[in-house]
C-alpha cells in the first residue's frame, strides 16, 4: 500500500474517527507488525495538537503462547494496575485508537475455559472502562489494518504479498480513504445514515419484522424511547466521533424479554478463534429457548453460558445489502468488516445510549427499562439479499423498511 | 544469525542469566524489532517451568516521538499505575529479563532538560524497584541483540546486512554462546572471576592506585569491609544468577570521600545518545573537581548536576585488556559490550550489595559508611594496555595488582 494513501487513512482515523483535540491524551493500540502505520497514527494526533500519544503494542504470537503455557491460576484474575492503568487515561479524557490486525485463527485451539475464566476475570475488572467506551462518554476509535495470516485467511489461494496487497485495497475502499477528500465523503456518508435514523426515530416503532429466504422468521420488540443511531456519536462534551470505521450499520436497543421466532445466520462467526458455521436460534419472550450450529456448537454453547444475559439481546442493526462492504461479496473474518456487510443481532449488553437517558441509568435500571446486561456483546449477520423488514406500530399498522435487503423508506 | 545459535542464547539468558525456577514469574522487556527472539525467550523460560512469562515491549521509534512532540507538562510526572506494576511483579519475586536493542543515537538532539527531567521523575518513582534490582534481591539479566541501526553504528562501512551479521556474530562470541556446551563454558569462566575475587576479598586492600600511558594518576580508597563481586551474584533466597551477560568485571564499593587525583578516559562515553569523548576528571577528596570533554562537555555538566551523588564514584571494576571483547578491538557504543571491554568507574549510585551488609542498610547509613547515593548510575572506561593497577593496605604495604593491563596476581 503506497504511503499517501496510508496517510490518508491514518488522518481520517485520527481527524474523523477519533476526532483528537488539542490538549488532548491519545492513547493507540497497536499490533507490533504494524509499528509502522502506529507511528503515522501517532504523528498524525500530535498534528492534531495531542498533549501526548501513548502507543500500546500488541503481539498476537506471544499472547498466544501465553494463554497455551501459563499455569491455570494466572487465568482467574486481571491485575489491579491495568485497571488502574485505564483509570488514569480514563481520568485524562483519554481519546482510544485501537489499531486491529489480528490473526482471525489466534485462539484457535486454546482451551474454551481458559478463554472464558479470562475473558470474565477481565471484563469483571475494566467494566467501569467499558462502560466509558460503551456510553461513548470518551471517544473511541477501531480500524483493521491487514496482517499476512489475515489477508492469507481471507484470499487462502493467492501468495502472501498479494493477499495482503488484495485486503489493503479494499480496506482503503470500505474505509472511503482512496478519494481526493476522504473527510468531505464521509461528511455525505454520515448525511446518509442520519437521514434514515431520522425517519426511523420518528416512526417510533414498537417490533420489527424480519423474514428471509434462509428462514429467518422472527419479531423484535423495541424499548420504549429507544434510539436508532450510526455513523458519528457524541462524546459527554458533545464532540462528534466514528467508533468504527468503516461503519454502515444503524441499530438499535432491542426489548430483551420479547424477541420471539426463529433467526438463521447468514454469515459465519468467529468466537475466541474458533469458527461456527450455519447456525441458528430459536427465541421465545426474548431467550434463546433452542440453537444449533453444523460447526461449533459447543463454542455456542460457551457463549450463551457466560452469564443470563449472554442468551438474550443487546442491539438488532440495520445494514442495507448494497453496502460496499456488502458488494465485495467478501467474508472478511473480522466483524468490523462483516458486521458493515450485513444486518445483524448482537447477543449481551446492550448500548445505554440506544435509549432516552440511558446513559445515566445503572444495569439494573437499564434491565427494568427492556435493556440488557451481560459481561459480553457478541455480533452475528442475519441480513440477506431477500430480507425483508416490516416495521410495526403500537397501533398494529404496518410499514415496509427493507425490501430485498435495502432500505426502501 | 542461524537459529540454533539463537536458541542456545535464547538458553544461556533463561537457565543461566536469570535462571529461572519452577513456578517462576517471568518479565521480559523486548524491542519490537526483536520479535522473533523475545519470543524464543518465552518459550525457553516456559521449558524452564515458568508459570507466566509476559512481555513488555518497546519502541525507539515511538519513544522518541513521544519525547520530541509530547507537551513539557507530560515530563515531569511518572505514572503510579507503572509504579504498582513493578511492585506487584516484585511481590510475585518475578525474574526481569531485558533484551537490549537500542539505537546508540536515539535520544539525540533531545532536549537534555526534558531527559533530565524525565529521568528524575521515573527514577525517583520507581526508586524501590531500582533498589529491589541493584541489592540483587531479585533476579535480572540483560542481554544484547543487534538492531540495524547499531549495527551500522559500529560497522559504518558495511551494508546493513553484513553489519547486523558481523554484529551477531561478536554478540555471540561474547556471550559465549558458539561452543557445544555453553552452560559448561559460562561455569568455567564463573570459576576465573571468582579466584580473582577470593584473592583481593583476601588482600583486604584499603585503597588502588591507577596509572596509565594516558595521563590518568588516580587513587581510590575502598570502604571498609568492601566485597570484591563479579561474575554470577545470588539473590535473596541464595539462588545464583548473572546480571548481564557477558560479563568480564569484577567490581567494588570506592569510599566516595576518598578518590584524589586526574582520571582520563580512555573510551568514549555515551549520555542520552549524545557522544561525550576525550573527556577527564579530577577528583579531590572524593568529588570532581574539574572535567573536561574535547566533545559533550555538556553532556557531561547534565549528569554532575543532577544530583549530589551523580560527582562522586559508586563502583570500581577491574577487567584485564586481555578479555574477550577488549581483544575485538570494536567500540560497541553499548555499555554491556564496552564495560566489559576495559577497566572503569561509575558515577553514582554505589551497589549496596559491594559491603558487608549493604542490603540492610538505608541510603543513610550507607553514605555513612562511605557508599553513594544517587538517582544515577553511570560507567565510563579508563583501562587501557598499558594500565598499572596497585593495592594497598592499611600498614602502607603496596601489591601490584595489574601491571599492562593484566592480572598478575
Given at each position: 500500500?503506497n504511503?499517501e494513501?496510508?496517510k490518508?487513512?491514518?488522518?481520517l482515523f485520527?481527524?474523523?474517527?477519533?476526532?483528537?483535540?488539542?490538549?488532548?491524551t491519545?492513547?493507540?493500540?497497536?499490533?507490533?507488525?504494524?509499528?509502522?502505520f502506529?507511528?503515522?497514527?501517532q504523528?498524525?494526533?500530535?498534528?492534531?495538537?495531542?498533549?501526548?500519544?501513548?502507543?500500546?503494542?500488541?503481539?498476537?504470537?506471544?499472547?498466544r503462547?501465553?494463554f497455551l503455557?501459563?499455569?491455570?491460576?494466572?487465568?482467574?484474575?486481571?491485575?489491579?494496575?491495568?485497571?488502574?492503568k485505564?483509570?488514569?487515561?480514563?481520568?485524562?479524557?483519554?481519546?482510544?485508537?485501537?489499531?486491529?490486525?489480528?490473526?482471525?485463527?489466534?485462539?484457535k485451539?486454546?482451551?474454551?475455559?481458559r478463554?472464558?475464566?479470562?475473558?470474565?476475570a477481565s471484563r469483571?475488572?475494566?467494566?467501569?472502562?467499558?462502560?466509558?467506551?460503551?456510553?461513548?462518554?470518551?471517544?473511541?476509535?477501531?480500524?483493521?489494518?491487514?496482517?499476512?495470516s489475515?489477508?492469507?485467511k481471507?484470499f487462502?489461494?493467492?501468495?502472501?504479498?498479494?493477499?495482503v496487497e488484495?485486503?489493503w485495497?479494499?480496506?482503503?475502499?470500505?474505509a472511503?480513504?482512496?478519494?481526493?477528500?476522504?473527510?468531505?465523503?464521509?461528511?455525505?456518508?454520515r448525511n446518509?445514515?442520519?437521514?434514515?435514523?431520522?425517519y426511523l426515530?420518528?416512526?417510533?416503532?414498537?417490533k420489527?419484522?424480519f423474514?428471509?429466504?434462509?428462514?429467518?422468521?422472527f419479531?423484535?420488540?423495541?424499548v420504549?424511547?429507544?434510539i436508532?443511531?450510526?455513523?458519528?456519536?457524541?462524546?459527554k462534551?458533545?464532540?462528534?466521533?466514528?467508533?468504527?470505521?468503516?461503519?454502515?450499520?444503524i441499530?438499535?436497543?432491542?426489548?430483551?424479554?420479547?424477541?420471539?421466532?426463529?433467526?438463521?445466520?447468514?454469515?459465519?462467526?468467529?468466537?475466541?478463534?474458533?469458527?461456527?458455521?450455519?447456525f441458528?436460534?430459536?427465541?421465545?419472550?426474548?431467550?434463546?429457548?433452542?440453537?444449533?450450529?453444523r460447526?461449533?456448537?459447543e463454542s455456542?454453547?460457551?457463549?450463551l453460558?457466560?452469564?443470563?444475559g449472554?442468551?438474550q439481546l443487546?442491539?438488532?442493526a440495520?445494514?442495507?445489502?448494497?453496502?460496499?462492504?456488502g458488494?465485495?461479496?467478501?467474508?472478511?473474518?473480522?466483524?468490523?468488516?462483516d458486521?458493515?456487510a450485513?444486518?445483524h443481532?448482537?447477543l449481551?449488553k446492550?448500548?445505554?445510549?440506544?435509549v432516552?437517558?440511558?446513559?445515566k441509568?445503572?444495569?439494573e435500571?437499564?434491565k427494568?427499562?427492556?435493556?440488557n446486561?451481560?459481561?459480553?456483546?457478541?455480533d452475528?449477520?442475519?441480513?440477506?439479499s431477500?430480507?425483508?423488514?416490516a416495521?410495526?406500530?403500537?397501533?398494529?399498522?404496518?410499514?415496509?423498511?427493507?425490501?430485498?435487503?435495502?432500505?426502501?423508506?
Amino acid at each position: 500500500m503506497n504511503n499517501e494513501l496510508l496517510k490518508n487513512y491514518a488522518k481520517l482515523f485520527v481527524q474523523v474517527g477519533g476526532n483528537v483535540q488539542r490538549g488532548q491524551t491519545v492513547v493507540i493500540s497497536c499490533p507490533i507488525a504494524c509499528a509502522h502505520f502506529g507511528r503515522m497514527v501517532q504523528d498524525e494526533a500530535y498534528d492534531a495538537g495531542a498533549s501526548e500519544v501513548l502507543i500500546d503494542w500488541v503481539d498476537d504470537l506471544s499472547y498466544r503462547i501465553w494463554f497455551l503455557r501459563s499455569s491455570d491460576t494466572v487465568f482467574s484474575t486481571y491485575p489491579q494496575w491495568k485497571v488502574d492503568k485505564l483509570k488514569d487515561q480514563d481520568k485524562k479524557d483519554a481519546v482510544y485508537l485501537q489499531i486491529d490486525s489480528s490473526d482471525p485463527e489466534l485462539l484457535k485451539d486454546i482451551n474454551l475455559e481458559r478463554i472464558k475464566k479470562y475473558r470474565k476475570a477481565s471484563r469483571g475488572a475494566t467494566k467501569e472502562h467499558s462502560r466509558n467506551l460503551m456510553t461513548n462518554a470518551q471517544r473511541w476509535s477501531i480500524i483493521a489494518i491487514p496482517s499476512t495470516s489475515w489477508a492469507k485467511k481471507v484470499f487462502p489461494h493467492l501468495a502472501e504479498e498479494e493477499a495482503v496487497e488484495n485486503l489493503w485495497n479494499l480496506i482503503i475502499k470500505a474505509a472511503r480513504a482512496d478519494s481526493d477528500d476522504p473527510v468531505a465523503d464521509w461528511i455525505k456518508h454520515r448525511n446518509i445514515l442520519a437521514k434514515r435514523i431520522e425517519y426511523l426515530n420518528n416512526a417510533d416503532f414498537s417490533k420489527l419484522r424480519f423474514s428471509t429466504g434462509l428462514g429467518t422468521d422472527f419479531t423484535v420488540g423495541l424499548v420504549q424511547n429507544h434510539i436508532w443511531v450510526g455513523g458519528n456519536v457524541l462524546d459527554k462534551h458533545g464532540t462528534p466521533f466514528f467508533p468504527n470505521m468503516p461503519t454502515e450499520e444503524i441499530f438499535t436497543m432491542p426489548d430483551r424479554n420479547s424477541c420471539d421466532g426463529r433467526v438463521v445466520a447468514s454469515m459465519p462467526m468467529f468466537y475466541s478463534g474458533n469458527l461456527i458455521e450455519d447456525f441458528e436460534f430459536t427465541f421465545k419472550s426474548g431467550s434463546v429457548e433452542k440453537y444449533d450450529a453444523r460447526i461449533g456448537k459447543e463454542s455456542l454453547a460457551s457463549i450463551l453460558e457466560i452469564d443470563e444475559g449472554a442468551s438474550q439481546l443487546g442491539e438488532v442493526a440495520l445494514v442495507p445489502n448494497s453496502s460496499p462492504i456488502g458488494q465485495m461479496k467478501t467474508m472478511f473474518y473480522n466483524l468490523l468488516f462483516d458486521e458493515n456487510a450485513a444486518s445483524h443481532l448482537a447477543l449481551g449488553k446492550s448500548y445505554p445510549f440506544s435509549v432516552t437517558g440511558g446513559e445515566k441509568l445503572n444495569d439494573e435500571e437499564l434491565k427494568a427499562l427492556g435493556g440488557n446486561y451481560s459481561l459480553t456483546h457478541i455480533d452475528f449477520m442475519f441480513g440477506t439479499s431477500d430480507m425483508r423488514v416490516a416495521g410495526l406500530k403500537h397501533d398494529g399498522s404496518e410499514t415496509v423498511i427493507m425490501e430485498n435487503g435495502e432500505f426502501v423508506i
